[in-house]
């Protein structure tokens, strides 16, 4: 025990005296709260008197002897304490200036590798060497962890030129659990998708289906297994690739490269000392002066003498220094927290473990809390920030913040401080490093635990547990063996749902054992029928019952649960409909019903939720004379928290349609950032009735100008509202079954990337001015726009262009302008790398503008059955790297031009007869054109 620091056993105790406290307390506030929603008037107050220490006839009822019992554990625990803990007040200076640091810090999460460009280019000419005897060869990169192992992998694996050189490509992170159907399974997932039912006799057969004489490059990451024999059967798999086909392999053992086999093996060293040092300080550093600082330089010098060349060490160093700005703070870390640490065994982990240390308590708790997460599990932040918040781990704040953005704020902050990794901006995903986990495993101790087959090893201080059982829980989690009767967490990590159901009986049976639960996730475990009893659990705060795809109904005693904040149904697909008092769950924030395929409406009382901040649906009934309490429109009209992304549907079958939708008062919910809105298909056959209505719905629907996706299906109107132009921030735009627009509008949208128009059969035209104001449009997509007839000269203007996806235009001429002039001198998309043109019955040959197109790397052209010839001009695309040609039944030869196309390595011709014969292997006509061609796949 460290000179300073509690005793372990004391402290343990103590947390369970407290948490016992927390119980009784929550237990009073549910009391008030249920005699609140039962018309009890005053009733809040009397039970704060009646908890108080001064009214003695309040300890006589039912809650006396808890409060007695508590009281006396924690005077038992603290007077047999080995040290004394003195109250003091919290430096306010230093709670600002933490919360200070909170909000205002930036977090770039692709950062620059430094000091690795020697260790890229020895792994690149292993990956490029021609000059090999086998067709698979492996290499395996040892180091110990934090040594950057994995990034210097990532380096290579994304590389351009290895990406030009390897067709196939795979990434599989295998860790300790070196199971061969798993691995098997996430390589054939890398290809395409495979589910987990498959046995493994198919897998195998699968795998070297794929992989069969193509040259691949397969990464396995943080290899552990030391098992000759299950190595050997994973690699009898993997030696059906062509020749030059690499396996590269990471792994802090040098016995892996042993026992893998391998002739080469790569001992990546730490970094070099100046290395080191420019990552320290553009870690610690916010602006570049500060870099150049010479006297920070030489205390930074001293300070990177002690991380031992590892970068993440060296990362989280920098994340301490970046909020200490002088001098003397700088010297004060080298001369007295840097050394305290050094000096123990596990020097890595000590100085790590320096920075969770200089955590503040609501952030370590947060932090030993990811423990219960697998290593290189990819955590989604929505999900960890609403289990932090079921845990009560989130600090209201005094100025009136929601706690989802308190909750973002800490995320923020664990992630600018390295204790997450590989932040995936789009997904909203991260990873933890294995020796991030590591210590978060060491600072949790036994108050988490991961369940793997130790069952026996649950410490009766577990308070949190995770597990990977998709079925059998109570039969692979026995009562019996699970002391901890206090837990206040099961949280599940399976991927698929198991093949057999768990029955009503163990859920009941997992209900009385654990009533303390505040988080119970059940996703994915083929639950058919919650019990009754669910109401018992009167702490929970977090119910997750996704993916059980039997589940019809909820029982209406769930909405007893009066402090559950967070409901997740997703993909439900037999749900039927929600419990009929759910408006009595008042503390509700989140309620995902996404792909709840069977819920046909809302029951009355959903606008009573006035907590919620995340709704994932709002469904209208189709017929609402079967419907005897239903949500209009309206009971969104106080809503004004929700966030994220909102569906509403069935919008077909509003009658009053300007009153209910202007009633949904969309405008005022700022926090919102998607929006889908879908009509249905109802059989109202008065086109003149359906265009008024549809056009005041729509134009009622206002979102707010903070709206940054929008998708709306099945209007029926004319025009779209003006309103469509005046959303600011708006960046994705969908149209799809819009029948009877005839207009698109003329301008704005200036911030907007993607732009998707499917069965847009009315749709003539659309203004060169409109495209001309799409200044950020990277991806457009349109298909089944029957009655467009040209695109010229408007595409020109779409600078920022990436993709570009044409199908089903049957007038549509992309050689011509709308007066009917051939388009020469095109000089436009220069940056459009993707080109997929297709069922274009005007389409003869390719037009002028596609031949100019520079930076064009992936053309894919389908069912275009007038298509004769390809130019000799397309020798210009000097950029393509994969060419497709589908249906094209036409098309009886390839031009001279293809020999010279010498960027492309992927050729792919489908059901074209006659290109068939003439590109057949040293016999076709045309074989000398494509010979070149790493990867040909010719099929008839």
């Not at 069977?598 to 939720?609: A, E, F, I």
């Not at 709704?615 to 949500?631: G, Q, T």
């Not at 969104?636 to 009153?659: M, P």
Request: proline share 4%; with cysteine; aromatic share 8%.
């Amino acid at each position: 025990m460290l000179p300073g620091r509690p005793n372990p056993v004391w402290l343990d105790n103590m947390k369970g005296a407290l948490y016992d406290a927390q119980d009784v307390l929550e237990e009073f506030n549910i009391e008030a709260m249920q005699r609140e929603l039962g018309d009890h008037s005053e009733v809040i107050k009397e039970v704060r008197t009646f908890f108080s220490s001064s009214n003695q006839l309040a300890f006589n009822l039912k809650m006396s002897s808890k409060v007695r019992a508590v009281r006396k554990k924690i005077e038992d625990i603290n007077n047999r304490r080995r040290f004394h803990l003195d109250e003091r007040l919290v430096d306010s200076g230093v709670e600002r200036k933490q919360k200070k640091t909170e909000e205002n810090h930036s977090f770039i999460p692709k950062g620059v590798i430094i000091g690795r460009d020697n260790d890229k280019n020895t792994v690149m000419e292993f990956l490029l060497d021609p000059n090999v005897t086998e067709d698979v060869s492996i290499l395996t990169i040892v180091g110990i962890g934090g040594l950057g192992k994995t990034a210097l992998a990532q380096l290579v694996y994304n590389d351009e030129t290895a990406s030009k050189h390897f067709p196939l490509k795979m990434w599989v992170c295998v860790s300790n659990d070196f199971d061969m159907k798993k691995i098997v399974t996430k390589i054939l997932a890398c290809i395409k998708q495979r589910g987990p039912e498959v046995e493994m006799e198919q897998l195998q057969h699968d795998l070297r289906t794929e992989i069969g004489g193509k040259k691949y490059l397969l990464v396995l990451d943080d290899l552990w297994n030391d098992k000759r024999e299950e190595w050997l059967s994973l690699k009898n798999l993997l030696v059906e690739g062509a020749r030059g086909s690499k396996i590269l392999i990471t792994t802090r053992l040098p016995l892996v490269a042993d026992i893998t086999g391998t002739a080469l093996s790569y001992h990546l060293e730490g970094l070099s000392e100046s290395a080191s040092l420019d990552l320290l300080m553009q870690m610690a550093c916010p602006k570049e002066e500060e870099i150049q600082d010479l006297d920070k330089l030489a205390i930074g010098k001293e300070i990177v003498k002690e991380c031992y060349g590892v970068p993440l060490v060296v990362r989280t160093v920098g994340s301490l220094l970046y909020s200490k700005k002088t001098i003397s703070e700088w010297l004060n870390f080298r001369d007295y927290e840097l050394p305290e640490v050094s000096q123990r065994e596990d020097r890595i982990i000590s100085i790590l473990r320096l920075s969770y240390d200089h955590l503040p308590s609501h952030l370590k708790q947060c932090f030993a809390f990811c423990s219960l997460f697998p290593k290189d599990y990819e955590i989604e932040k929505q999900t960890l920030v609403n289990l932090w918040m079921a845990e009560g781990f989130i600090r209201p704040s005094n100025r009136g913040q929601h706690l989802e953005d308190i909750a973002h704020g800490y995320f923020m902050n664990l992630l600018w401080r390295n204790f997450f990794q590989e932040f995936q901006e789009d997904v909203e995903t991260c990873k933890m490093h294995d020796l991030m986990h590591d210590l978060a495993c060491l600072v949790a101790g036994t108050e988490c635990w991961v369940a793997w087959d130790d069952i026996k090893s649950i410490d009766e201080n577990t308070r949190h547990m995770s597990h990977y059982f998709s079925f059998d829980l109570m039969g692979r989690l026995p009562i019996s063996c699970l002391k901890a009767s206090a837990l206040r967490t099961i949280l599940s990590l399976t991927r698929y749902q198991g093949m057999e159901p768990t029955s009503e009986v163990d859920i009941r049976q997992l209900i009385q054992s654990f009533k303390r639960l505040r988080i119970l996730d059940l996703h994915n475990t083929n639950i058919k029928k919650v019990p009754g009893s669910i109401y018992k659990l009167k702490h929970l705060t977090y119910l997750d019952l996704s993916h059980n795809r039997a589940l019809k109904r909820l029982p209406n005693s769930i909405t007893r649960l009066y402090n559950l904040q967070t409901l997740k149904l997703h993909n439900c697909r037999s749900l039927e409909e929600l419990p009929r008092d759910i408006g009595k769950l008042v503390s509700l924030r989140n309620l995902d019903m996404s792909f709840c395929y069977s819920l046909s409406y809302m029951p009355c009382g959903l606008g009573q939720l006035s907590s919620l901040h995340r709704l994932s649906d709002f469904i209208l009934p189709k017929d609402k004379a079967l419907v005897k309490k239903y949500c209009g429109l309206g009971e969104l009209n106080r809503l004004n928290n929700i966030r994220g992304s909102l569906s509403i549907e069935n919008l077909g079958s509003e009658t009053d349609a300007g009153k209910e939708s202007q009633a949904a008062n969309l405008i005022e919910k700022d926090f919102l950032e998607i929006l889908y809105l879908s009509w249905g298909n109802f059989d109202i056959t008065d086109e003149a009735i359906i265009k008024k209505r549809d056009e005041a719905l729509l134009d009622g629907l206002r979102p707010p100008k903070s709206l940054q996706e929008l998708s709306v299906s099945g209007f029926k109107g004319e025009r779209f509202p003006g309103w469509l132009t005046d959303l600011p921030n708006l960046v994705a735009l969908r149209l799809w079954s819009c029948t009877r627009c005839r207009h698109f509008p003329q301008v704005g949208l200036n911030k907007l990337k993607r732009l998707h128009m499917e069965d847009m059969r009315s749709l003539e035209y659309i203004p060169e001015e409109c495209l001309k104001s799409l200044t950020s449009l990277e991806s457009l997509y349109f298909n089944y726009l029957p009655r467009l007839t040209s695109l010229l000269p408007g595409l020109r203007h779409l600078s920022k262009l990436v993709n570009l996806n044409i199908f089903d235009c049957k007038e549509l001429d992309l050689s011509k302008d709308e007066r009917g002039n051939i388009i020469l001198d095109f000089h436009g998309l220069q940056s459009l790398r993707s080109l997929w043109i297709g069922c274009l019955p005007k389409l003869e040959s390719l037009p002028q503008w596609i031949l100019q197109l520079r930076s064009l790397e992936h053309l894919e052209i389908y069912g275009c059955y007038k298509l004769k010839a390809l130019s000799e001009q397309i020798e210009a695309l000097q950029s393509l790297q994969w060419l497709q040609i589908q249906c094209c039944r036409s098309l009886t030869s390839l031009p001279e031009g293809m020999r010279r196309l010498t960027s492309l390595t992927l050729l792919i011709i489908y059901e074209c007869p006659e290109l068939k014969e003439r590109c057949k292997r040293d016999a076709g006509e045309d074989w000398y054109k494509i010979a070149h061609i790493r990867h040909l796949d010719i099929i008839c």
